[in-house]
């Protein structure tokens, strides 16, 4: 493809292409994006976010999405919605974990021609504007033949970092070598090809069986490798390194864009929440002293056993610091289940102190000028999206890229740190009194304002984010 090099080479966009913000009212769109995220909070946040900053640039957009998690169209006037059957069977959707889901889900599409008559007529649509391509998430393989056998191009949004499309890539590598699966002596050996990992950072789940999770990253790892192009969610400046050996290693692509953090690149602050936000926790935090409250919140699938959840409870009361918790129900997206029981006498012991809610309007409340402090399961959006605020995060991991997160924030960026072991109330009493009140904490809470005014730079009008999405919109464009 001729146009390659001149899409990689070079920091400047095509000065060919009109950087627009918006357009005029009757102005046409030039193209149609497609976009189809995998049916997960944490995936379905940043593919929305993308597709507002490509409408931002005067593309108008189709989102495709599973019936699964079904998103909500009335979120986003601006865009066109079409669902998809996707046949994920029902028990799967009810009690399997996200890698069953995935695996159930991708089999289910395969077999049936659904999507390709899904993607086949949305395309032939002549009363919208032409299609480009169809951005997917990686663990949409499925789609992606779906979309080939229909002649359309594919562009993959990863949603985790740069470092964690990195271990995708190498995770044959991995089992050849003998890091993974990882084995407890060798928690700590450090991995020389990725650096500045150590086995225990690698991707990797005690909840899952091994193998599945193998055959996932397979799987996203194809459809990375058959793609047109791929759009990481992280800053060029705070991985890269990592981004680097991601464009040696798929030198083949003709883009390979750091456009993060894309919840700041979208004017509108909506993703699109599978539970009910609860805005009342913004009155409550205007109430609370600046810098003192730790919001705490584990994402939307990481778990914790009933002992744990016990724990933390009583830390949080014992440390005596104001807290805003989120309690969610076992599942996101599950809004029958119920939240885990609060036990006796916690609420009147945090009384005007502490609230706990089901589930946060999470990126309102790290901008809230009250929240000085984030124990967070180390998910890539909440560090993301903490380090856009420049709040210092006590980092809990469970499971997958969580533990490569935290390695970063703690040894790389320096921004937080680590509770390992048991979880035992005495111990986070202290960790947070660490994050909140000591000399270590302040450093870690420079060193994340530092971050936040790195992220602000990269949003400026010539920041490295900014151009990445004018260069994804000029190959766009030349589709
Ligand atoms: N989130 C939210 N409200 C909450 C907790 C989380 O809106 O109460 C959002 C959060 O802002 C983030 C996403 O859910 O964008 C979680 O993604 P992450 O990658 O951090 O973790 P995951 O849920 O995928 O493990």
Known sequence: MSGVQDMRDGDGYNSGVHRRRGRGPHEPCARRVLVFPLP??????????????????????????????????????????????????????????????????????????????????????????????????????????????????????????????????????????????????QL?????????????????SKHCNHEMVRRVLARATETVQNCSGVVINTIEA???????????????????LAAGPLHKLSS???????????????KWLDTQRSGSVLYVSFGSLASMDADEFLEVAWGLADSG????????????????????????????????????????????VLAHPAVGGFWTHGGWNSTLEGISEGIPMICRPDAIDQMMNTRYVQDVWGAGFELEGELERGKIKDTIEKLMN??????????????????????????????????????????
């Not at 991995?191 to 500045?196: A, D, G, H, M, R």
């Open 188 to 204: 700590y050996t450090p991995v020389p090809e990725l650096p500045p990992l150590r086995v225990k950072d690698l991707i990797f």
């Open 238 to 256: 705070l991985e890269p390194d990592e981004m680097q050996r991601i464009r040696d290693e798929l030198a083949d692509l003709p883009v390979v």
């Open 40 to 185: 997960f909070q944490g995936h379905i946040d940043p593919m929305l976010h993308l597709a507002c900053a490509l409408h931002a640039r005067g593309l108008a957009v189709t989102v495709l999405h599973t019936r699964f998690n079904a998103l909500n169209p009335a979120l986003h006037p601006e865009f066109r919605f079409v669902e998809v059957p996707d046949g994920t069977p029902a028990e799967v959707a009810a009690k399997g974990g996200i890698i069953d889901i995935i695996l159930a889900m991708n089999a289910a599409m395969e077999a049936s021609t659904t999507v390709r008559d899904v993607l086949a007529s949305v395309v032939a649509d002549e009363g919208q504007p032409r299609v480009s391509c169809l951005f997917i998430d990686a663990n949409l393989l499925a789609v992606q033949k779906a979309a080939a056998a229909v002649g359309l191009p594919t562009m993959v949004l990863r949603t985790g970092s740069a470092a964690c499309l990195g271990c995708f890539l190498a995770y044959p590598m991995l089992h050849e070598k003998g890091y993974l699966p990882p084995q407890e002596s």
């Open 321 to 364: 610091h104001p807290f805003l918790w989120v309690v969610r129900p076992k599942k996101v997206g599950d809004a029958e289940s119920e939240s885990a029981r609060l036990p006796d006498g916690f609420e009147e012991a945090v009384e005007g102190r502490g609230m706990v809610i089901r589930w946060a309007p999470q990126r309102e």
């Open 268 to 282: 509108k602050s909506t993703g699109s929440s599978l539970l009910d936000q609860d805005y009342s926790c913004i």
């Open 438 to 479: 000591e000399r270590e904490g302040a450093e870690m809470r420079e060193r994340a304002k530092q971050l936040s005014r790195m992220v602000a730079d990269c949003l400026e009008n010539s920041g490295s984010s900014q151009i990445a999405i004018d260069k994804l919109v000029s190959y766009i464009l030349s589709l």
